[in-house]
């Protein structure tokens, strides 16, 4: 059974006591109760939580949204008692400004210089990224193919091998389209025999090229960079560094030298695959 005991005072904070089971169930109703509290508080408010019973994560999104309301209102909201199943909770989740992190500025020239400075930092970390997998890729490639034996085959593999199929088809499609629509438009001048002129240069010179990168970078790149994004949250990262490893060493340079492997290859793929759909076109 979900209660709330509130206790004015002029004198002193406000207690606002929660009894019973804060969870999904109670949270409308317990919402209404304490958005009325804090809209005719005064001063400041004491959450007395130390009656919790159990407290979910909409419980805990509740308080927190109680927490905001009431800064916004100019009330001070405080946190005197909780239960053990209340702090075990609130122990995964932030619920405010605890003093350690600044207020937002208001001057805009402020926020343009903030802005600048976190570009100009994200620009550097790009940089020594960069700058570690060429050296790594150049100066330390034999050291890094002893370490991971096969690893950049790996990486080809699922980069290029499982690439085909779906690169293929658009440069299958996107050759028949540029066919269609050119032939329609030289043939109204008699300059229809420049079609086969006009497939063959578009497609190795631009179309084809593109198509694969725009393809890997959608395909490939999302998968890189979900696959580097588990390993850090899974701590795999700190674990290499840990044991005195260069996780850019063993992460980054056997993709990126199994991309440089690659693309070449289908590149040509997708050039010869556009060229052949434009053919049937043609024809």
Known sequence: MFRIDAQPSKSQPSTVRLSGRLERE???????ELLAIVKSARGALELE????????????ALISAIYRHARKRGCTLRLVAASPAVERALSQFHLGDDGKSAPPSSSWLLRLGESAISRWQNFLRFAFLSTDTIVWSLGGARRTRRVRRGAIFQEANRIGVDALGIVGLISFLVGTVVALQSAYQLKQFGADIFVANLIGV???REMGPLMTAIIIAGRSGAAIAAEIATMSVNEEIDALR????????YIVVPKFQAITLTMPGLTVMANVLGIFGGFLVAV
């Open 26 to 32: 109670q949270v409308p109703q317990a919402r209404t």
């Open 49 to 60: 939580l130390s009656e919790i019973e159990a407290l979910d994560t909409a419980g805990v």
């Open 202 to 204: 578009s497609m190795t």
């Open 242 to 249: 840990t044991l005195g490893l260069e996780p850019t060493r």
